[in-house]
């Protein structure tokens, strides 16, 4: 399938503002629609307005929750929860997905097989804002189960394929952010990146992705040295830093779990 080629004007969402301490106080952000979401996408809209994102403090202590809208605002840019899929088929080829057109932030962007967020409800994080003894194995269970809920609402895999958690080995956590195009939207995240290696049938739900590709290791190289595509500045952490090409080397030993769990959370706020 050709890879499409064009997105907004600006090119990967390369700006980056100034890091705030998040403090230890918590607080919930309730969410009014104004003219900021207006002549958006309906179901995209829905979703910024009813989705609770899960606010966290920069080691990863609950503080509070809002609405992706209110996350995601450039004026707001509150530091949440996040997580990003890297699914490897038995080729150990990656799959890549096009966000769809649709989408506010980073609209027809190539990134990892599944970028999104655990939302602020029981199975999807521990609830107690400020709870400093929750495990990180808790966080991490967690954020598996949104995990499949996305890739199966995104991707159309049917849970039956993915519903087990242990099939997803967590590999470590990245704080990052990045404005976009639309400067009034960005991403401020602390996310969880998770690996698997599956078979899966695929269904695209195309309000949310536009084209999908499996890719060897040089057609990814290929992929996010084209000028013509646009890579999410997550991703490109990912990749420029390293950690992509290090975790496919090891990917046997990841998915017999004999790949030890990174348990600290990186800086790259200087990187997106």
């Known amino acids: 399938m050709a890879l499409l080629k064009r997105c907004s004007a600006v090119d990967r969402g390369h700006v980056v503002l100034p890091f705030l301490r998040s403090q230890k106080k918590q607080f919930n952000v309730s969410s009014k629609q104004d003219s900021t979401i207006d002549g958006y996408d309906a179901t995209q809209i829905e979703l910024m307005l009813h989705d609770e994102c899960i606010l966290v403090d920069d080691t990863d202590n609950i503080i509070g929750h809002a609405s992706k809208k209110q996350c995601h605002l450039t004026s707001n840019s509150y530091l949440h ?71 199966n609402k995104e991707l159309g895999i049917p849970l039956h394929e993915i519903q087990d958690i242990n099939l997803f080995s967590f590999m470590t956590r990245i704080l990052y952010k990045a404005v976009c195009d639309d400067t009034r939207w960005s991403e401020h995240e602390l996310d969880y990146i998770l690996i698997l290696r599956k078979n899966v049938t695929l269904n695209l739900n195309e309000n949310e992705v536009s084209h999908t590709k499996y890719c060897t290791q040089q057609q990814l190289a290929q992929m996010v040295h084209d000028t013509e595509l646009c890579i999410s500045p997550w991703f490109r952490i990912l990749y ?33």
């Open 240 to 272: 420029d830093s390293g950690l992509v090409h290090t975790w496919w080397s090891n990917l046997d030993d990841i998915v017999a779990k004999k790949y030890t769990i990174d348990d600290k959370i990186h800086d790259f706020y200087q990187k997106a």
């Open 81 to 151: 929860r996040a997580f990003s899929v890297l699914l490897f088929d038995s080729d150990n080829r990656l799959l890549m997905q096009q966000r769809a057109k649709h989408k506010i932030t980073f609209p027809n962007y190539w990134t990892n097989t599944c970028c999104s967020h655990p939302l602020f409800i029981d199975k999807h994080c521990e609830l107690l804002a400020g709870d400093e003894s929750v495990s990180l194995q808790t966080k991490i269970d967690g954020v598996k189960h949104a995990a499949i809920n996305r890739l």
